[in-house]
């Protein structure tokens, strides 16, 4: 199957309002278009594919009022994705959705650097290609998204029907997404909820962070399920699905996800791969029977192990 890298072909437009005055336009074009990176954004305005009022800019260009952006993204070079026959564990499945265990360490779908090996690759092969197309070439099939080294439960949309149907209650928060985490430090309170918006980091495009000024609404309710003694295990529910939410939200609160060496300490005491993060239980409406569904995955063995060094 010929797949592209990134988009197609596309020509946007923005015009400047008094919010965005002043702002370099490097910085407000990667916040316009969150999967790229700033290096990229300036690769573009280098090759002049950006124009402010018609005229080609250089990335440190600052932005006035009504000022009008015009970015064109070229087409990308194909590359082959290929069905690849990796072992998937399937909770649930029939002729229009199925719901996956991730393992940790395998990333959801293709993208620069990850061709092969990914969650799509797998499904390509077990659904014969039967997947929805909504989310592109890309994500056949992809509604919803958890990271490379977090595990737990996706539901995955094999039509275009059922896949605007899972999404519409994305959207409107209906789908029920409770994780299992350790943290750092003992959390005092045995339940809280974390208001925060979160965008990119103004310092680090690669990473998310909570930001009043550019953000969007992110929600995370958690609930202490057990005490260590430097170490809190906990439950969260997203009523939101923003990048990084849980990792981002318990790190600024000081109860960064135990080996999460983006956003907690870099050294782990405990040699883990990634963070203590596991998408436990998933719920949603069938898009068919408009019956309500609920799963319930097995911690992973390192997960469980940990908790039994831990208690």
């Known amino acids: 199957m010929k797949l592209k890298k990134v988009e197609k072909m596309q020509t946007n437009t923005f015009l400047i309002n008094e919010e965005n005055s002043q702002q370099r336009i490097d910085i407000y074009l990667t916040e316009q278009f969150p999967d790229f990176s700033r290096a990229r954004i300036q690769k573009l305005l280098d090759k002049g594919e950006v124009t402010v009022n018609e ?23 194909p590359v082959d994705i290929k069905p690849e026959n990796i072992p998937l564990d399937i909770y649930y499945e029939d002729d229009v959705v199925l719901v996956v265990n991730k393992p940790k360490e395998m990333v959801v779908h293709p993208a620069l650097g990850h061709h092969s090996g990914t969650l799509v690759n797998a499904l390509l092969y ?17 509604v919803h998204r958890i990271d490379k080294n977090t595990t737990g439960l996706l539901v995955v949309c094999k039509t275009d029907s059922a896949h605007n149907y899972i999404s519409s209650q994305l959207k409107s928060h209906n789908i029920n997404r409770k994780y299992h985490a350790i943290v750092h430090n003992v959390l005092t309170e045995d339940e809280g909820t974390i208001n925060m918006p979160i965008g990119r980091d103004v310092k680090d495009r690669k990473k998310m962070a909570v930001n009043f000024e550019n953000g969007k609404d992110a929600i995370t309710h958690y609930k202490v399920l057990k005490r260590f003694q430097n170490f809190t295990y906990i439950e969260c529910r997203l009523e939101t699905g923003r990048t990084h939410q849980i990792r981002v939200h318990m790190s600024q609160i000081g109860h960064p996800v135990l080996g999460d060496d983006v956003y907690g300490p870099k050294n782990c005491p405990y040699h883990l791969t990634g963070q203590t993060l596991h998408a436990k239980k998933l719920g949603f409406l069938h898009p ?24």
Do not use: W
């Open 55 to 77: 005229k080609v800019v250089k990335a440190n260009h600052r932005l006035k009022v009504n000022d009008e952006i015009i970015i064109n993204i070229p087409d990308a070079e």
């Open 126 to 142: 077990h659904c014969q290609g039967n997947l929805s197309g909504i989310n592109g070439e890309l994500r056949p099939g992809i």
């Open 288 to 311: 068919s029977t408009k019956k309500y569904m609920e799963f319930d995955s097995n911690l992973p063995e390192y997960f469980e192990r940990l908790l039994n060094i831990l208690s």
